[in-house]
């Protein structure tokens, strides 16, 4: 501990509505094992989701060894890396229940949202990541981060309900002016004096939303629903000017990254996918790290993914239809290198989460993150021998490194986990065969007993 | 109203021209005969709609000037019954959507209030720049409320934001600071950026129920303008003159006549062929080194130009949109078209061997249908289908075995060769015999819209047929299009669903019969059609609102039609 004691720094903190605290935040600030805020509050756990389109070769892909030191095969290479915090599920099902295999929906539509879609236009419901932040997400600057690195602002598998997508960042200047350009309040500036606009917003919102109430009274039931979404967002907006009147905690990871200059080129080409996902990354991790949000999604490749490879002619999807299966490796040898690039970036967004110091740990130890895809074998917009993973130890509730044999169970069971690991008490998720109360409970770690 | 105000704000209708009796419209002359309102049959459900952002755009635009226009990204609506439009009725709205709409609104109230704007943007100065002047705060916000409200504000709520900038301004220290947060209000408000329609007795036909006059002033400046009303229309509502059958004509007459015409004629077409596309439109560089963002850019542009000009300025037959060699050209595209060009946007028409005729033969349509790295027959006919005769060819049906599509065979040169898969395995062959007969003539241009003759040293077959009329190529295809009965349904159904916001049901036929006939005895003449909605019963009248459904993206499948008769025409249902 340093000579700068906890109750020497926080008396400084409470005693103060404008303190000067000249000292970045040290561990100090922190209890003695790493596991809460000095002011006694737990450190936060954060759900996340990522999001990759088309699967994996499964050939290549699935481990042979469950449990703990799994193989790795090629496909799997960049998971070497991260192995230890992540968790891998193989012979997942997405159950159709009797209605259509809409190819490249109905399977991230049940890994979402836990129903089978019965057309093409039938969206989700709310999403896991919604439903995980009404328990999680409603203190923080933002209730939930949605980016995209497709560049297309139609790509998001983030649905409050079956009409109101989450727009994601596509844009990564855009997405850095929202989280730290002027009304960034940084947790470790010194001083702090509320902003006199914030206190004048604020009045006049609550004039905006007495509007709402006139309007209501003239339409019916479904358009009421959207103006309670519309009061919901004022709301919102009403919660972000309180918190711009109040000082935030200190946090000693947040550094507001450099302001970016220059927006990364448009286009699917796969090194321009991956520039737009290791930018957007970089600021969804500082966003988490500042406590901007607890609740993120991530899209490395929508479904039905367009990525493409300088100088081949398909793009991924068509790939998988046309290409010819190798007669050597048994396998269709681009579709492969496709998600092998979605692969290394899957590795490398978890891998920008442990370079966060909090506590004794990383940032991933108080993180969950949900990785799904859309297709088993995407040659055959198959549903079955679908995988997924998890990354992060959620503060101690998930325990990692290890390959799971889902047995032909559903998708769902990994979300239905996740749910309960963020301390939503619910007792099952997913409709009819989608429907489990069953958590994989090799992964839940035994801290809630004790 | 202050003279700086309404300088803007009336600007945009300046250059209306209305005669006695007839309209000029895009050099045209046409009847502005009085079209009487026959009993309304139903009409539509009263909407709340989502403005778009263009929307949202055009009516700061017309407000306060065109300096106002801060660069937004709106969150996407879904496409209903082929239109974002209709998608307005039904799409949420977020969190992060409010948001969006915050940071726009405290950016466009910031430059309002600006040193440099206010002068001409507030039509009055405070007595003390740093201390409340609520006369000065009421004569603003009444006059931009009821502009961006599109009806006057209540005395009520007017007190009420004159009281918020007194005490904003107390608190900033400035009166415009104090006017600006409470202009971020209006801008942020659900009566701004939500389209609420409200109903009324309709006095001409006891027991049914018509649009309010505000609700029909904006209902129709959205179709037409794609705007908010404008100052005289507002007044026309609030005089009771829209409700009448004469002012209603004069009002339509005088919206088509206005400039502001070809921007919501641009918008309807921008919707209808899903040229928002062409935002996220990007090709390989090594296959397509020519193909650029602008490239994308401009072949939208391209299309509306093409539009604008065959349909307003040549006051032109919509059929003849799809065979016209005339087209406008940027240095972009003329790189495409391998044309010489100079700087700029300057006309340029094909000459009368080209195979190049009519909007399918655009960069817009043939890039964007296509994939990445290549053309695809499959796409641009689905596409044909889909955008242009309303018809839905469903996705891929599950369970396919897909390794009877590929491609394992080198001397597969063409897409001709290698879709003919497609047509032998059944399952596959139903949509794709419909889809790619049409995409195949297409295949004369790469997916880049570069003309070619052969594909890899293989000569290409363009020949086939739409609907049971032949083709040899891409001139023959346009011709048979021309000619496709569905091309003018679908337009007229299409143009029916984005001037009421909703998707079309059975219990539209009437009015989509009559305006179909009415399209047809006017030469399919655009404007004509456009007039025809907004003065048809239907338009403005408002049925009892019942459960509301997404209807599929079309009436009717290629797969019925198929089973139908095969290669015969297909008809819309309705």
């Known amino acids: 501990m340093s000579k700068y004691s906890r109750r020497r720094i926080l008396r400084g903190m409470v005693n103060g509505t404008a303190v000067s605290v000249a000292l970045p935040l040290l561990n100090c600030f922190l209890n003695t094992n790493g596991t809460a805020l000095a002011s006694g509050k737990p450190m936060p756990v954060r759900f996340g ?18 449990g703990r030191d799994y193989d790795i095969p090629s496909q799997l290479a960049p998971v070497a890396r991260i192995r230890e915090h992540v968790n891998l599920f193989t012979n997942l099902m997405a159950f159709r229940d009797g209605e259509p295999n809409l190819c490249h929906h109905s399977g991230w539509v049940i890994g979402r949202a836990g129903v089978a879609p019965k057309a093409e236009g039938d969206k989700p419901g709310e999403t896991i990541d919604i439903t995980i932040a ?23 598998v983030s649905y409050e309900n079956a009409n109101a997508p989450s727009p994601p960042e596509i844009s990564p200047i855009n997405f850095y002016s929202r989280l730290f350009g002027a009304d960034f309040q ?10 006199p606009r914030a206190i004048a917003r604020r009045s006049v919102l609550s004039g905006v939303m007495g509007e709402i109430k006139t309007l209501e009274r003239t339409v019916g039931a479904e358009d009421r629903q959207r103006l309670d979404e519309y009061f919901s967002g004022l709301r919102h907006l009403e919660q972000q000017f309180d918190q711009q009147l109040t000082k935030p905690e200190q946090i000693a990871a947040c550094h507001a990254p450099p302001a970016m200059k220059e927006e990364p080129r448009m286009g699917n080409e796969e090194s321009l996918v991956a520039e737009r996902h290791r930018m957007l990354t970089e600021l969804m991790v500082m966003a988490v790290t500042c406590d901007q949000t607890r609740v993120f999604n991530m899209t490395y490749s929508d479904a039905q993914a367009n990525t493409t490879q300088a100088g081949y002619e398909k793009p991924h999807h068509t790939t998988t239809h046309e290409e010819r299966i190798d007669d050597q490796v048994h396998y269709q040898p681009h579709c492969a290198w496709f998600s092998a690039r979605a692969i290394e970036a899957w590795a490398s967004f978890v891998e920008a989460f442990t370079k966060v110091k909090e506590g004794d740990g990383t940032l991933l130890d108080n993180v969950l993150i949900y990785a799904n895809t859309d297709h088993g074998e995407a040659r055959i917009h198959s549903l079955d021998n679908m995988v997924a993973f998890t990354a992060g130890r959620a503060g101690g509730r998930i325990k990692t490194g290890l390959h799971i044999d889902a047995g032909r169970t559903s998708v769902t069971r990994v979300g239905f986990t996740a749910m309960r690991a963020m301390g939503l008490d619910v007792p099952s998720w997913g409709v009819r065969s989608n429907n489990t109360s069953q958590e994989f409970k090799e992964i839940v770690a035994d801290v809630r007993s004790g | ?14 250059a209306t021209l209305v005669l006695a009796g007839a309209v000029l419209l895009g050099g045209q002359v046409f009847s502005s005969r009085p079209t009487a309102r026959t009993a309304p049959p139903f009409g539509s459900e009263k909407r709340l709609r989502l403005l778009t952002q263009e929307q949202y755009l055009n009516t700061l635009r017309y407000v306060f000037g065109p300096d106002v226009q801060p660069v937004v ?11 974002l439009g209709v998608g307005t009725s039904f799409a949420g709205i977020t969190d992060a959507q409010l948001e969006i709409y915050q940071k726009t609104a405290a950016t466009v109230a910031a430059q309002i209030l600006s040193p440099e704007s206010r002068g001409f943007l507030v039509p009055c100065k405070p007595a003390a720049e740093e201390r409340p002047d609520d006369a000065c705060a009421r004569e603003f916000l009444s006059t931009v409320g009821r502009l961006l409200y599109r009806r006057p504000i209540d005395d009520t709520r007017i007190a009420e934001l004159v009281q918020q900038a007194h005490q904003a301004t107390l608190g900033l220290k400035s009166f415009y600071a104090g006017l600006e947060v409470v202009l971020e209000g209006l801008l942020l408000s659900p009566d701004t950026l939500l389209v609420v329609e409200q109903a009324e007795p309709d006095a001409e036909h006891p027991g049914r129920l018509r649009l309010d006059a505000y609700s029909l002033a904006s209902r129709l400046s959205l179709f037409l303008w794609n705007a908010a009303p404008d100052d005289e229309l507002l007044t026309a509502a609030q005089s009771g003159e829209l409700q009448t059958p004469h002012g209603l004509a004069r009002a339509v007459d005088r919206m088509l006549a206005s400039p502001r015409f070809e921007t919501g004629l641009r918008a309807f077409f921008d919707d209808m062929l899903a040229l928002e596309s062409t935002r996220t439109l990007a090709k390989d560089s090594v296959i397509y080194p020519e193909f650029t963002s602008q490239t994308a850019q401009d072949s939208r542009e391209e299309t509306l130009r093409t539009i604008v000009d065959h349909l307003l300025t040549r006051h032109g037959d919509y059929r003849d949109l799809f065979t016209t060699r005339r087209t406008f050209v940027s240095p972009a595209l003329a790189a495409i078209y391998q044309i010489p060009a100079g700087p700029g946007w300057t006309p340029y028409e094909f000459p009368a061997d080209s195979p190049r005729a009519g909007l399918l033969t655009q960069v817009s349509f043939l890039a964007l249908h296509s994939h990445p790295g290549r053309s695809s027959a499959t796409k641009r006919g689905k596409a044909l289908r889909e955008l242009l005769l309303c018809q839905d060819v469903p996705r891929p049906p599950p369970d396919v075995d897909f ?14 060769e290698r879709v003919g898969v497609h047509l032998k395995n059944p399952t596959c062959a139903g949509c794709h015999r419909v889809t790619d007969p049409p995409g195949l003539a297409l295949e004369s241009f790469d997916g880049a819209g570069v003309y070619r003759a052969a594909e890899n040293g293989s000569p290409l077959d363009t020949s086939g047929s739409l609907d049971g009329r032949p083709f040899q190529d891409t001139v023959g295809l346009a011709a048979a299009l021309h000619d496709n009965p569905s091309l ?7 143009a029916y669903d984005y001037a009421v916001g909703a998707p079309t049901t059975t219990r539209d036929r009437p009015v989509l019969r009559d305006l179909n006939k009415q399209f047809a005895a006017d030469g399919y003449r655009v404007p004509e059609l456009f007039r025809a909605i907004a003065l048809s019963g239907p338009f403005a009248a408002i049925a009892p609102e019942r459960a509301r459904h997404k209807p599929s993206p079309a009436g009717v499948t290629v797969q019925a039609a198929l089973s139908a008769g095969g290669t015969q025409p297909i008809v819309l249902a309705y």
């Open chain 2, 488 to 494: 003018v349904s679908c337009l007229v159904r299409r």
């Open chain 2, 403 to 416: 390794s009877a599509v590929e491609n394992p065979d080198p001397n597969l040169h063409t897409a001709r």
């Open chain 1, 186 to 195: 940084d947790p470790n500036a010194p001083g702090f004096t509320p902003n």
């Open chain 2, 1 to 14: 109203m202050s003279r700086r105000v309404r300088k803007f704000a009336l600007a945009a209708t300046a």
């Open chain 2, 73 to 83: 990204n709106f969150a996407a609506v879904p496409r209903v019954d082929g239109l």
């Open chain 1, 49 to 66: 989701t990522w999001f990759w389109g088309l699967g994996a070769t499964n050939a290549i892909f699935v481990p042979k060894k469950v």
């Open chain 1, 134 to 156: 009404g328990q999680i997400g409603r203190t923080t600057r933002y209730r939930t981060l949605t980016a995209t690195a497709t560049g297309d602002f139609r790509n998001t």
